[in-house]
């Protein structure tokens, strides 16, 4: 009974838990795995403990022979045991059985079950066999589903391979992925830095532009200022001259009101010439030193009409030349750029000859001999340039001792001056026109200078304009190395034609006479060139003692800026020059490979050339008659010059004597003024004299035949005034007659 209690009191035996293929499936990721595996221990214990009560219940109810079954019940167990993953996946799986629920089983808590031993029950036996068949049953069962779990678990582990295999694929491609971005962020920085360089190159050539543009504006600005300022002077000198000539009016008006009061002198002299017969002999000298002095001050006054004239036609004169020199400057850069052209055009014929030429071995001679007569006219040129530079130490000498002589007559001027500053208080307004009249002449001396600056400039220009010929008789040089050279490897392949070609000798012959026609022509250029080289020096000659004439200290600075920008377009012009030459030089190497080819064609083209040869020796000509016309026109522009200098020279001289005869016309009217104040004295003296005669008796006078020079004149008024002596006539009244008569 106690058996059979035990059998009863213990639970059945519970059967293994179905397999969870969804489970497997649907499995959560890895990292839940760690969290689940904490709560699934419990669980695997107490299955391990159910599963040993069950073995033990089994062994006593049937025996030996269940434990096979047994053995594989365990097998199946232990396979079926959950690993981490499943425990994870059947909690998963419980939770969602646990949502399905209604909610009205969740509601209240799990209650414990209370064990109740459980009353006899004779169906017990039945049951328990009934469960250990059960049991057998599902032993068998469970070996089949454990194979299909091992299926199931190769399948699954060969998946997880693959996924393996797919994650470090993925890993493998990823590196690759992100190698290519750093390389392909090095290369974009490399680049960045590659244009952060280049803007920053630009911005440097921006910044220099810039610099260079505001240096311009800034010169430009610099140019506009002195501008207005010469235009500002310009507008102060004319009012200056206004005012020269406003004061030359007053000063008239002041000699006008003079001559007046000369006038009235005269008058009162001839009334008391009845009286005092004495004193006739000198208002005479008096009338005859003034009527000198208005002659003086007449003939001083048409002296500086005569002055003002003179400068307001040089200044005319000035204007003209410089129109002139403009006109000139024109046709000058006309005639150059003419000359620049044909200068190309004879570059170009000479290229295109140059595939034709055999024989210019004695244009060489010829230009030889050319280089060996211009170091002749250099060494020549020298000579003239020492002796010129000997002329000029000369005139240097010259106008040093002019100016010491100047210095000297300044000097004696100063003199003169610190004696006329006593007398200077009468004549303030003489010596404000004098001031105003040495403004006008410090005016001329700049127009002068101006006139001067520009004849400076003209002359750079000409050097500039030599300077071009050089460079071009240079490259005509060189075009003749570049024709030997060619001649050099025309002769070659001439010779390997001849080898190849002896049926055409008589053809050859006929080019030869055409050639030998050519050169001939070639020869009437290259002596025609000598002539304009020889022109060219003799301008250069000209332009270099105009130049060594009018150069100053002032004006050099400007003159190497010049020569700077000059020298940088001329070089920049020359290397366009040299590129022209190099692709003429690819040309003409294609041209020798055609002409070995075909020499009917160089026949053509010897015709063609010897007509392009008429043209450009018609065009010299031209060129020489334009050359004779410029010397002209500049010689003339010399004689103009040297005629404006003498102009200019003879005009200071003017100045200067006006000046000396300005400042005699001054000391002139000083004395006359202090002659007038001397007569003016004697005739009041002579008026009180004949006052006091009329007033006094005859008595009186014997008794005091002398007068009283100490009484002032107002006492001798009061005894004029009586019955018995004569009344005087008034200034006024004669003022007003001798108003009435003309003025002598």
Do not use: W
């Not at 034709?356 to 060489?364: D, N, Q, R």
């Not at 080019?511 to 001939?520: R, Y």
């Not at 004395?671 to 006052?691: F, N, S």
Request: glycine share 2%; hydrophobic share 35%.
């Amino acid at each position: 009974m106690a058996y059979h209690h035990l059998l009863v009191v213990s639970p059945p035996a519970q059967p293994p838990p179905p397999p969870r293929r969804l489970s497997l499936l649907s499995r959560s990721p890895r990292g839940a795995v760690t969290a689940a595996a904490s709560p699934d221990a419990a669980r695997s214990s107490s299955v391990v403990a159910s599963s040993a009560a069950t073995r033990r219940r089994a062994v006593l109810l049937v025996g030996i022979s269940v434990l096979p079954l047994l053995r594989l019940r365990d097998a199946a167990t232990s396979a079926a045991q959950p690993s981490a993953v499943d425990l994870v996946t059947d909690k998963m799986d419980i939770q969602m059985s646990e949502e399905m629920q209604p909610e009205e089983t969740r509601a209240g808590p799990p209650q414990p079950e209370v064990k109740r031993p459980s009353p006899g029950n004779p169906l017990a036996s039945l049951l328990n066999t009934i469960a250990v068949i059960a049991s057998g049953l599902l032993a068998g069962l469970l070996g089949t589903t454990q194979r299909e779990k091992k299926a199931l678990q190769s399948a699954i582990s060969s998946m997880e391979i693959k996924l393996a295999e797919d994650e470090a694929a993925m890993s493998l491609l990823r590196e690759n992925y992100e190698k290519r971005l750093l390389d392909e962020q090095v290369a974009q920085k490399k680049q960045a830095r590659m244009f952060q360089d280049e803007e920053a190159s630009l911005l440097d050539r921006l910044a220099s532009t810039k610099r260079t543009v505001k240096n311009l504006n800034e010169e430009v600005m610099k140019e506009k200022e002195l501008v207005e300022q010469l235009k500002h002077e310009i507008h102060d000198l004319e009012i200056s001259i206004a005012q020269a000539e406003e004061d030359k009016h007053a000063f008239e008006e002041n000699l006008r009101d003079k001559l007046e009061t000369l006038d009235i002198l005269h008058g009162k002299v001839n009334l008391l010439s009845q009286d005092v017969n004495d004193k006739e002999e000198n208002i005479t000298e008096l009338s005859s030193s003034l009527s000198t002095k208005e002659g003086d001050y007449q003939s001083l006054h048409l002296m500086f009409n005569q002055t003002k004239e003179s400068l307001e036609h040089a200044n005319s004169r000035m204007e003209q030349l410089e129109k002139y020199v403009y006109a000139a400057k024109n046709d000058i850069k006309s005639k150059i750029s003419s000359i620049d052209s044909l200068n190309e055009d004879v570059q170009t014929l000479c290229s295109a000859k140059s595939d034709a030429e055999e024989k210019k071995s004695e244009l060489m001679k010829q230009y030889t001999e050319l280089e060996t007569a211009s170091k002749m006219r250099a060494s020549r040129d020298s000579e003239l340039l020492s002796n010129k530079d000997g002329q000029l130490n000369q005139l240097e000498e010259r106008l040093s001792t002019a100016l010491s002589d100047s210095s000297e007559d300044r000097s004696i001027i100063a003199e003169l001056n610190s004696e006329l500053e006593a007398n200077r208080t009468m004549l303030l307004n003489e010596v404000e026109t004098r001031k105003k009249m040495s403004d006008l002449v410090q005016s001329t001396e700049d127009a002068l200078k101006e006139s001067r600056n520009e004849l400076f400039k003209l002359s750079e220009e000409l050097n500039e304009v030599n300077i071009s010929n050089h460079d071009l008789t240079t490259q005509i040089s060189e075009f003749t190395n570049e024709s030997n050279e060619v001649k050099q490897a025309l002769t070659k392949k001439v010779e390997e034609a001849e080898s190849v070609s002896k049926a055409l000798s008589d053809e050859l012959a006929s080019v030869k006479e055409i050639h030998q026609k050519t050169q001939e022509d070639l020869e009437v250029t290259s002596n025609q060139l000598v002539s304009i080289t020889e022109v060219h020096d003799e301008l250069s000659k000209e332009l270099l003692d105009t130049y060594k004439k009018l150069e100053s200290t002032t004006d050099e600075l400007v003159r190497e800026r010049r020569i700077n920008a000059t020298l940088k377009r001329e070089l920049e012009a020359l290397v366009k020059q040299s590129q022209v030459e190099s692709e003429a030089r690819r040309a003409l190497q294609a041209d020798l490979d055609e002409a070995t080819l075909s020499l009917n064609e160089v026949n053509e083209s010897t015709l063609f050339l010897s007509n392009k040869l008429d043209s450009t020796v018609s065009r010299i000509s031209a060129i020489k008659e334009e050359k004779e016309v410029l010397s002209a026109a500049l010689s003339e522009q010399k004689k103009s010059t040297a005629e404006a200098q003498k102009n200019m020279v003879d005009a200071q001289h003017l100045i200067k004597r006006l000046g000396m005869e300005r400042e005699n016309s001054e000391i002139r009217s000083t004395k006359l003024e202090e002659e007038l104040a001397t007569a003016k004295g004697e005739m009041l003296y002579l008026r009180r004299q004949i006052t006091a005669s009329g007033s006094q008796n005859t008595d009186v006078l014997e008794a005091s035949p002398t007068p009283n020079f100490n009484q002032s004149p107002e006492d001798h008024v009061p005894n004029t005034s009586s019955t018995d002596a004569v009344p005087p006539r008034s200034a006024k009244k004669i003022y007003r007659r001798r108003k009435d008569r003309p003025s002598t």
